[in-house]
């Protein structure tokens, strides 16, 4: 027996260092890509971006400082490393996996995907910087584009938030990147909004809202939320919460159960894991 497997198993050794066995041998399995799940302060983990990935999050979310002409991912000012440029982490990592995906991020039919940028210091100024690395010749081919008064979908929607500088962005015809306007502007969200400009709309849940998981949901507070959802998908938006519970538990759950059952388009976490565990589990019970 060993005697016939033998030539086998060296034919076979043969076929894989030749590179002859089909490419599907070679990958790694597909991940799923999850339309809901935003990696809030994704530079933090250990891989940034490709954690993510790995989990099938659709938004990721980078803080960046301007510092020296570059710009640099962090937290916090005194934490920035001259290494960790927003070209590095994400703009790179992104060019090669789109080409390598023949256009997309994710292998298979096209899903959106958003690179929340947190401008962090010096908004005009550092727009301004940011402005310029995406229309690198690089890297302008990835994303979405506001040209004239149209948007053209890219692989990749970058999305400007923080010390962001409305009337800069509002004011350019061609454009590579969106705002994030908030709820309580009646300029991001109401009969003014324009999602070729606010493409996004991100709020604190805890000025929204009183509840976080505990108890029941009110019931004046669940009709809010959708009434805020349905406001956003009317006018061709996102939208987004930060400052929900992140802690595992019954509270984070429940939590999760009322943005999902809302269409609430980003839930934000840096449970990688186990946003991604309730998503899955999320759409294998949902109806139909």
Not at 248 to 253: D, I, Q, S
Request: aromatic share 8%; proline share 7%.
């Amino acid at each position: 027996m060993r005697s016939r497997l033998l030539p086998l198993l060296l034919a076979v050794v043969a076929l894989v260092g030749a590179g002859a066995l089909p490419a599907s041998a070679h990958r790694p399995p597909r991940t799923e890509p999850l339309r809901q799940a935003h990696a809030h302060n994704d530079y933090e983990h250990a891989r940034p971006l490709h954690d993510a990935l790995d989990h099938g999050f659709t938004s990721v979310e980078a803080d960046i400082f301007l510092v020296d002409g570059k710009l640099l991912v962090a937290h916090e000012i005194g934490q920035v490393r001259p290494e960790r440029t927003l070209e590095s982490l994400y703009l790179e990592p992104l060019r090669r996996r789109v080409l390598a995906n023949h256009g997309k991020v994710y292998r298979g039919r096209p899903v959106p995907f958003q690179l929340l940028i947190d401008i962090k210091n010096t908004g005009a100024a550092t727009y301004e910087v940011l402005d310029r690395a995406l229309r690198d010749r690089r890297y302008a081919f990835l994303f979405s584009r506001y040209r004239h008064g149209v948007v053209v979908p890219g692989a990749v929607t970058a999305v400007v938030s923080g010390d962001r500088p409305r009337a800069v962005m509002a004011g350019q015809r061609d454009r590579l990147a969106f705002y994030d306007g908030r709820i309580a502007d009646p300029a991001d969200l109401g009969p003014g909004a324009d999602a070729r400009l606010a493409a996004l709309v991100s709020d604190n849940w805890t000025k929204l809202f009183t509840w976080t998981g505990s108890g029941e949901f009110p019931a004046a507070e669940r009709a809010r939320l959708r009434d805020l959802v349905l406001q956003c998908h009317r006018a061709g938006q996102r939208i987004r919460f930060w400052a929900t519970p992140d802690e595992p538990g019954p509270a984070r759950a429940a939590l999760w159960r009322e943005l999902y059952a809302a269409g609430v388009d980003h839930i934000n976490t840096d449970d990688l894991a186990g946003l991604a565990d309730f998503l899955r589990d999320a759409g294998r019970h949902a109806p139909g």
